[in-house]
């Protein structure tokens, strides 16, 4: 394992302790989890690309670290009543259908590329601000005015690049391409 993964690996591990904190009503150190996982996504993807460390693995684990962390934050947020629940059902919703659809695409053995779009690397932008500040408020109490336009915009986002992603898999789901022998 690389250097690179194993900071992917450490986001993962980074899971359990931002749930923690956030049920004991520690949100300084759910801010601190939080922000030091922020910081690992940049950082392990600077550190394969700086250092040549880029491999299969890390392409997958990476964005599951990065769902993985989102997810279980707008879960565990939503049901402490710090972000709204319908948001949660919503940024959730999206990555279930997206994962359902790449293993419908998989099973089918539809070729598929797997690369973030612009539309969900903005989505996946907002959603980690919009923790980021929901965590941040009463440290940072300007954030105060963010905090509505933040979650309508993460929303629209999230529901067009998930509309995104669906558009894309119906057009390989329907491809004339003929699929892949086993191999």
């Given at each position: 394992?690389?250097?690179?993964?194993?900071?992917?690996?450490?986001r993962i591990l980074l899971i359990p302790l931002l749930v923690i904190f956030l049920?004991?009503?520690?949100?300084?150190?759910?801010?601190?989890?939080?922000?030091?996982?922020?910081?690992?996504d940049g950082l392990d993807g600077f550190v394969a690309r700086v250092f040549k460390q880029k491999t299969l693995v890390g392409a997958y684990l990476d964005p599951i670290a990065d769902k993985l962390l989102l997810n279980t934050a707008f879960v565990t947020m939503a049901a402490l009543g710090v972000l709204p629940a319908w948001l949660a059902v919503v940024v959730v919703s999206r990555d279930v259908i997206i994962v359902a659809g790449i293993g419908v695409l998989m099973l089918l053995d539809r070729p598929l590329c797997i690369q973030p779009s612009l539309?969900?690397?903005?989505?996946?932008?907002?959603q980690i601000c919009l923790v980021g500040v929901f965590?941040?408020?009463?440290?940072?109490?300007?954030?105060?005015?963010?905090?509505?336009?933040?979650?309508?915009?993460?929303a629209v986002f999230t529901l067009f690049s998930g509309l995104h992603y669906v558009t894309v898999g119906f057009r390989l789901l329907v491809s004339q391409t003929e699929p892949h022998e086993n191999r």
């Amino acid at each position: 394992m690389n250097v690179a993964n194993a900071i992917t690996v450490l986001r993962i591990l980074l899971i359990p302790l931002l749930v923690i904190f956030l049920i004991e009503n520690e949100p300084r150190f759910a801010f601190l989890v939080f922000l030091a996982a922020g910081v690992s996504d940049g950082l392990d993807g600077f550190v394969a690309r700086v250092f040549k460390q880029k491999t299969l693995v890390g392409a997958y684990l990476d964005p599951i670290a990065d769902k993985l962390l989102l997810n279980t934050a707008f879960v565990t947020m939503a049901a402490l009543g710090v972000l709204p629940a319908w948001l949660a059902v919503v940024v959730v919703s999206r990555d279930v259908i997206i994962v359902a659809g790449i293993g419908v695409l998989m099973l089918l053995d539809r070729p598929l590329c797997i690369q973030p779009s612009l539309v969900s690397k903005a989505t996946t932008c907002l959603q980690i601000c919009l923790v980021g500040v929901f965590l941040g408020l009463q440290y940072l109490p300007p954030l105060a005015q963010l905090e509505r336009p933040l979650v309508y915009l993460t929303a629209v986002f999230t529901l067009f690049s998930g509309l995104h992603y669906v558009t894309v898999g119906f057009r390989l789901l329907v491809s004339q391409t003929e699929p892949h022998e086993n191999r």
